[in-house]
Nanobody, 120 residues
Framework: QLQASGGGSVQAGTSLRLSCTASGRRPFVMGWFRQAPQKEREFLAGARWNPAITDYADSVKGRFTVSRDSRTNTIYLQMNNLEPEDTAVYSC?????????????????WGRGTQVTVSS
């Protein structure tokens, strides 16, 4: 099971950090996605535990950073310089294969999303 947290309502230009903890078996890869109203689910970032590898969508590269805590099976998404276009429901997902993929269908377990709202 995955549990995501950390969303909220913020002003543009500020930061938020999301976290997602996997209980039970540690996934090989965890990813962050978001979905805005009337838009498709969008891959943001993925992280593999061992060896450590990360991947970012071009839309967030340089503003968002993914990190992990192997002691707690937690993945974080640090989001800086948020923009109103970042408003969406953010979800984490788990994958039990070794490669990071961007397609939502490549992830077998999903946590409940957390809302992020950025106002101008």
């Amino acid at each position: 099971q995955l549990q995501a947290s950390g969303g909220g309502s913020v002003q543009a230009g500020t930061s938020l950090r999301l976290s997602c903890t996997a209980s039970g078996r540690r996934p090989f890869v965890m990813g962050w996605f978001r979905q805005a109203p009337q838009k498709e689910r969008e891959f943001l970032a993925g992280a593999r535990w061992n060896p450590a590898i990360t991947d970012y969508a071009d839309s967030v590269k340089g503003r968002f950073t993914v990190s992990r805590d192997s002691r707690t099976n937690t993945i974080y998404l640090q989001m800086n310089n948020l923009e109103p276009e970042d408003t969406a429901v953010y979800s984490c997902a788990a994958r039990f294969e070794w490669d990071i993929v961007r397609a939502p269908g490549g992830y077998s377990s999903w946590g409940r999303g957390t809302q992020v709202t950025v106002s101008s």
